[in-house]
């Protein structure tokens, strides 16, 4: 098969299971918000601050460091699952004997403390995982990668399902945040059969190591942009607030976050394989921002205007998150340009500048989402998110830019009939609703734009993607 087949099966297969995934998740969501309570949501959402840095400290890089490089050897995987696994234990003792305590104390909620041996048993796990998923991701077979994922998010839903059902509260969703790692255990092993051989190398180590160093520090600063906010409203409000805020973080940043996961999984080791050509790269990063654009904005464009119908027919004990969601979607809109800027900036091999430009960003969101939560509460936060991602953009695209050659002028062409669309439904929107158009009347012209005017301008790319992931 070619690369650019690969690259294209790889696509099709990681939106598949984003498509399963989600989907299930939402209906997941949808039964639980009906079953629990907001206070539940947020109780998760405070130890989740804390469980989220793992991912990045348990692998340090390593998985980058193998996918980055053309062709690890024995040594270098061998190496790098011992690595794995003895870090994961301490990282996992360390963390259930004193950021446990610690968590439950900041929140003051000793049951955190309870939950958090379970929730955090990815750490384990996803080191046992690690090397076989590189594998795959360098040979571009996300199909038996979407297999994984979608089976074990499948029982995991079931399981959560079944202990809310038996009102099991909380547990339920300490359930559907955890099992899931103990199936892909399971799955991976049996899927590809690569077993560590006893040996160990300090120049694969030193080489892994300083690649990973800077990853890992980008990706833990990309948790705290990630994260303090969600930490800062557990401790300054209540975690009834932090409920309603992650519900709606989970309706908006959260679908960007997994569709835009699902297309830079698969462009990253594209764009390590073209580095040297970095007109190539200006052209795949396009693509990149398009189709998070295309895929994405009609969706937070829809958000923004009728946020209101999706609270009020579906989850109406959510009703205060109709205007964060507003407001959050305005942010996310934003956050697209930058789409993917990281693992472009890492496909040169430039991992220092993507760390020192995590920096900067991680300063400028803690210091705006504080003043925002300090002084106005969850509509001042969800107003920080926005002023921090516009910012953020100016920034980013400044280095692009000055280090990379690549201008803001070029990637806006790249989405410019996206936008057009979008100013289009705004148009029609607002003239219907002085016309005293019924909600559900402009939710339907609304519909009807974004069908008709994507098959007029999108259906021949739709049909050469279909046409090449085609076997």
């Not at 294209?8 to 989600?22: A, C, E, K, M």
């Not at 000793?110 to 929730?119: A, G, Q, W």
């Amino acid at each position: 098969m070619s690369k650019a087949k690969s690259v294209y099966n790889g696509v099709l297969w990681s939106f598949l299971q984003l498509f399963i995934d989600r989907g299930l998740s939402f209906i997941v969501k949808i039964v639980l918000a009906k079953l629990l309570f907001p206070e539940d949501f947020g109780l998760i959402g405070m130890a989740a601050v804390f469980i989220a840095f793992l991912q990045p400290l348990s692998e340090v890089g390593m998985a980058s460091y193998l996918i980055n490089k053309k062709d690890p050897t024995e040594t270098d995987l061998s190496t790098t699952f011992w690595t794995g696994i003895v870090w994961a234990i301490v990282l996992y003792t360390f963390v259930n004997t004193v950021v446990a305590n610690f968590a439950a104390s900041f929140y003051n909620e000793p049951i955190i403390k309870t939950i958090f041996p379970v929730l955090s048993i990815g750490v384990l796990t996803n080191s046992l995982n690690m090397i076989k998923r590189v594998k795959l991701v360098k040979n571009l077979d996300f199909k038996r990668i979407a297999l994984v994922e979608n089976i074990s998010n499948l029982i995991s839903a079931v399981i959560a399902l079944t202990l809310a059902f038996l009102d099991f509260g909380l547990w339920a969703l300490v359930a559907y945040n955890s099992v899931a790692f103990l199936i892909r255990l399971v799955m991976f092993h049996s899927l590809v059969q690569w077993r560590p051989k006893f040996i160990w190398s300090n120049e694969s180590f030193k080489n892994m190591f300083s690649f990973g160093l800077f990853t890992l520090g980008t990706a833990m600063l990309s948790k705290v942009v990630s994260q303090f906010d969600f930490m800062i409203v557990g401790k300054l409000l209540n975690a009834t607030l932090l409920g309603y805020y992650s519900f709606a973080f989970l309706i908006t940043s959260t679908l960007r976050t997994q569709i835009s996961f699902a297309l830079t999984k698969v462009m990253y080791p594209v764009f390590s394989q073209n580095k040297s050509d970095t007109a190539k790269m200006h052209q795949i990063y396009g693509k990149l921002v398009f189709y998070n654009y295309l895929i994405l904005f009609p969706v937070l464009l829809g958000l923004f205007l009728f946020s209101d119908v999706l609270i009020n027919t579906f989850f109406s004990k959510w009703e205060p998150t109709i205007d964060i969601i507003r407001i959050l979607s305005v942010g996310v809109m934003l956050a697209l340009f930058n789409s993917g800027s990281g693992v472009f900036i890492r496909g040169f091999g430039k991992p220092k500048i993507e760390f020192r430009l995590s920096i900067a960003n991680s300063i400028l969101f803690v210091i705006i989402i504080f003043l925002g939560v300090y002084f106005y509460g969850l509509i001042g936060l969800s107003v920080s998110f926005v002023i921090f991602n516009l910012v953020s953009v100016i920034i980013i695209q400044l280095v692009l830019k000055i280090f990379f050659g690549l201008s803001f002028v070029t990637l806006f062409k790249a989405i410019q009939r996206v936008l057009l669309i979008g100013l289009i439904n705004l148009s029609v929107y607002y003239v219907l609703q002085f016309l005293g158009g019924g909600r559900l009347i402009l939710l339907g012209v609304y519909l009807l734009i974004n069908i008709s005017l994507y098959l007029l301008w999108y259906r021949k790319e739709f049909m050469f993607l279909i046409k090449k992931i085609r076997p």
